[in-house]
């Protein structure tokens, strides 16, 4: 018979012990003096919860709503909803008429047990109204507890920097330098849209 490929064929003698290693001994020392070389290491480890690490803006901790001058971003399209696998997001919107953004949602809540931090609200959000924070640390002593609505979700943006320059820097790297194309006609945001439109020409009106 052939030798078959891809099969790698064990050493017979691979778990017998030579002199040195009947004697134990040498064994023995060895792991004593790795043991004794790693006394005065510094520690790596930290002691939470007394003492809880600091995370990089690279963390999915728990989504909150970002606010711009006291209000939310979001404009209740509900895409952070339908998005969500396992459906801990609900929200009921509302119409307002002295902002541009003409909607706001009126009732937002997110189960903290149902969230897996996946990240999907975050990604599919065309405000960048959610994202996620460094938060990660919170229990509850009640299942109605871990309901969050917009009490213990709005944050402001100042607070989430981090993250949100993160996700400013993960996006568009080839914007006007692989791609030609105009800035104004891929404006998708309130957010931005306002301040590309300031320096873009208008039309003259007509009377």
Request: aromatic share 10%.
């Amino acid at each position: 018979m052939g030798k078959v490929q891809g099969i790698i064929k064990g050493n017979k003698a691979e778990r017998e012990l030579n002199f040195s290693g009947k004697l134990y001994l040498p064994e023995i020392f060895k792991g004593m003096w790795f043991t004794f070389s790693q006394m005065f290491r510094k520690s790596v480890t930290l002691e939470y919860p007394e003492v809880k690490p600091v995370m990089g803006p690279e963390f999915r901790g728990r989504p909150v709503l970002v606010a711009e001058e006291g209000k939310e971003r979001c404009v209740a399209c509900g895409l952070c909803a339908r998005a969500c696998p396992p459906l801990a997001i609900s929200m009921q919107a509302a119409e307002i008429t002295d902002d541009q953004k003409e909607r706001y949602p009126e009732r937002f809540e997110i189960d903290m047990l149902r969230c897996i931090y996946c990240g999907f609200c975050e990604e599919v959000c065309p405000e960048e109204a959610i994202v996620m924070s460094p938060e990660y640390d919170y229990n509850f002593q009640d299942r109605k507890d871990a309901i969050y609505g917009k009490d213990k979700l709005v944050v402001d943006k100042e607070l989430l920097k981090p993250r949100l320059d993160f996700l400013e820097d993960r996006r568009n790297r080839n914007f006007g330098k692989v791609y030609d194309f105009e800035e104004s006609n891929n404006i998708h945001t309130l957010r931005n849209r306002d301040e590309v439109m300031k320096h873009a020409p208008h039309d003259e009106e007509h009377h």
